[in-house]
């Protein structure tokens, strides 16, 4: 079977090496000269919006898929109405406009932080007399890994922030003082079946994500699986999905979901029975699902801006790289190591830890004790 996807980087190229067990082939519509899954199939090499390229990927592909967000819409638009798409191009349009996303949160009863509609500085002004301080200020579209950002602390902060954020259309929202940051992964197939993955806990730094735990067996995982749920059969969903919450005492927040298969998750190669990349192909493909449960106990570490040698990581026990092979750059992820244990509660397992992550450039984190759930308040 053929798969075609929109987008060419590290999500695509492990779709593609979990999609060599299935017998898949694979063709990348990216514009990246160095597009880093080019070598798991062909790389059509333009712009998205070359309609050439858009009726050759149709005709080639059986299904196809987008690895993130931030493929035009019009460009998925117009190779759904091609080609079998998933997830569809409705669930894009929720999924790559915060609004629109928010609102479906709330409209479902899943709690969310305060927030509103700003399109204007006189917008943001009158916003802030009933979302109040602290805030922060995201761009309805575009906006990942902390880009598209301002924090608010303050009447001051407004016309700066406004012109961090381009003038363009944002949402402001308030604050939340969480307990965790956590994310739950599902998968859900054409005829409506859905498996899940245990719950991870994550911790950013910069609005970028650094180190994902995977916690079996969490007391909230319950509470996530029926709000992902929710969401996944409203959209009538078909693919990995991600949603990432706040868990503020005995209560989780939603903060966003995302359409694809997610960096939270990729502690999934090496610790679940089937990776989340191997079961968004199942999905999507039709072919029955995989297992998701873990004999195994699992962080991921990710790699920012710099590798460290191979040689080093792999002195650590029971320690895999991943490198994408992308020019190293401040802020940009080039690559992730995963950890795995079979004994959750061993000391060994915190000090492997620690180790990887003073080794990733993470010494803050790496003083963190992670065998229990930790308890530290901020805001992505």
């Known amino acids: 079977m053929n798969i075609g996807i929109l987008g060419g980087g590290q999500l ?31 790389h059509l090499c333009v712009p998205y919006g070359d309609e050439d390229a ?46 629109k996303e928010k609102t479906l949160f709330r409209n479902l009863g899943i709690p969310t932080a305060n927030f509103s509609p700003v399109d204007s500085l006189e917008d943001l002004r009158n916003a802030m007399k009933n979302i109040g301080f602290s805030a922060i200020l995201k761009t309805r579209t575009d906006g990942y890994d902390g880009k598209g950002q301002a924090l608010l602390h303050g009447k001051n902060d407004l016309p700066s922030a406004w012109m961090k954020v381009g003038k363009a259309p944002c949402i402001v929202e308030s604050m939340v003082a969480f307990n965790r940051e956590l994310s ?109 449960t873990s004999v195994q106990s699992a962080a991921m570490v990710n790699l920012i801006g710099l590798l460290p040698s191979e040689r080093q990581i792999l002195n650590i026990t029971d320690a895999t790289p991943h490198f994408y092979c992308k020019a190293e750059r401040p802020g940009r992820k080039v690559g992730h190591v995963t950890l795995t ?38 805001h992505n």
Not at 65 to 71: A, C, D, G, L, R
Not at 190 to 196: D, H, L, S, T, Y
Not at 347 to 353: V, W
């Open 54 to 99: 858009q009726k050759r990927l149709a005709n080639w592909a059986d299904i196809t898929t987008y690895e993130f967000e931030n493929v035009p819409l019009s460009v998925v638009d117009s190779v759904q109405k091609k080609v079998s798409l998933y997830p569809s191009s409705s669930v894009l349009s929720v999924a790559r406009d915060r609004l």
């Open 184 to 292: 739950i992964i599902a998968v859900r197939d054409q005829r409506g079946k859905m498996v899940f993955y245990p719950l991870s806990e994550n911790h950013h730094r910069d609005g970028i994500l650094r180190l994902s735990i995977s916690r079996q067996d969490d007391p909230m995982q319950a509470r996530a699986e029926a709000k992902i749920r929710y969401i996944m059969e409203d959209l009538n969903y078909v693919g990995t999905m991600a949603l990432e919450l706040f868990q503020v005492k005995d209560q989780l927040f939603a903060n966003e979901f995302a359409p694809r298969v997610h960096n939270s998750g990729h502690w999934t190669i090496e610790a679940a029975q089937t990776s989340q990349f191997e079961n968004h192909l199942r999905a999507i493909c039709g072919f029955p699902l995989g297992k998701t």
């Open 341 to 378: 244990s079979k004994d959750y509660t061993s000391e060994d397992f915190q000090q492997r830890l620690s180790t990887l992550l003073q080794l990733a450039g993470q010494p803050e984190l790496a003083e963190l004790n992670f065998l229990n759930a930790a308890t530290q308040t901020s």
């Open 12 to 42: 695509a190229r492990m779709m593609a090496q979990a999609g060599r067990s299935l017998g898949l082939n694979f063709m990348f519509l990216c514009p990246d000269i160095y597009a880093c899954a080019a070598p798991f199939g062909e």
